[in-house]
T-cell receptor
């Protein structure tokens, strides 16, 4: 019954490495989001996408990029990993326009990334 | 600006009732969500309110007053497994949710 799948639960990478975090959803959702979550800072939006090949910057896009070549897949890329990117990364998806009833986001299980 | 406020931490006793408040100021309103997040896990959907009033779902209820920009989550008959963070989120005029920082609830025996 898995709906949003993130490729790795735990990941350890070295400073300077290029890191790919993959997210796949099987609910035919148009909207997909990447967040990072840090203690005391809550959920912070990195990038989001409302359609295939479309992407928009969120609140903290620096150091990250994204790719959405297919509707079901949204990838987050850390171009050159740094220690301050150590965090929990959460992918989420939602229906296009919301509407009623609207069940908001469905989250993946998260990837805890450690950069050493 | 857009803002969601909720208490940082709360403590309650097993079997008791606890109310977690959330106030918001957003550009537009298309619904308010409550999510539960256990430590180290992803948030999971609890409730959704778009009209004023109380929505009840088992031990959990959520209330909304749009005119006051206010919501609360009510948890009854608290259990140890209810120890978690509770996130309030509002959908404004676009498809992004605006998130509060969460309320960490500790349920003690």
């Amino acid at each position: 019954d898995v709906k949003v799948t993130q490729s790795s639960r735990y990941l350890v990478k070295r400073t300077g490495e290029k890191v790919f975090l993959e997210c796949v959803q099987d609910m035919d959702h148009e909207n997909m989001f990447w967040y990072r979550q840090d203690p005391g800072l809550g959920l912070r939006l990195i990038y989001f996408s409302y359609d295939v090949k479309m992407k928009e910057k969120g609140d903290i896009p620096e150091g990250y990029s994204v790719s959405r070549e297919k509707k079901e897949r949204f990838s987050l890329i850390l171009e050159s990993a740094s220690t301050n990117q150590t965090s929990m990364y959460l992918c989420a998806s939602s229906l296009k326009g919301g509407g009623f009833p609207n069940y908001g986001y469905t989250f993946g299980s998260g990837t805890r990334l450690t950069v050493v | 600006g857009q803002n969601i406020d909720q208490p940082t931490e709360m403590t309650a006793t097993e079997g008791a009732i606890v109310q977690i408040n959330c106030t918001y100021q957003t550009s537009g309103f298309n619904g308010l969500f409550w999510y539960q997040q256990h430590a180290g896990e992803a948030p999971t959907f609890l409730s959704y309110n778009v009209l004023d009033g109380l929505e009840e779902k088992g031990r959990f209820s959520s209330f909304l007053s749009r005119s006051k920009g206010y919501s609360y989550l009510l948890l009854k008959e608290l259990q140890m497994k209810d120890s978690a963070s509770y996130l309030c989120a509002v959908q404004g005029n676009n498809r992004k949710l605006i998130w509060g920082l969460g309320t960490s609830l500790a349920v003690n025996p």
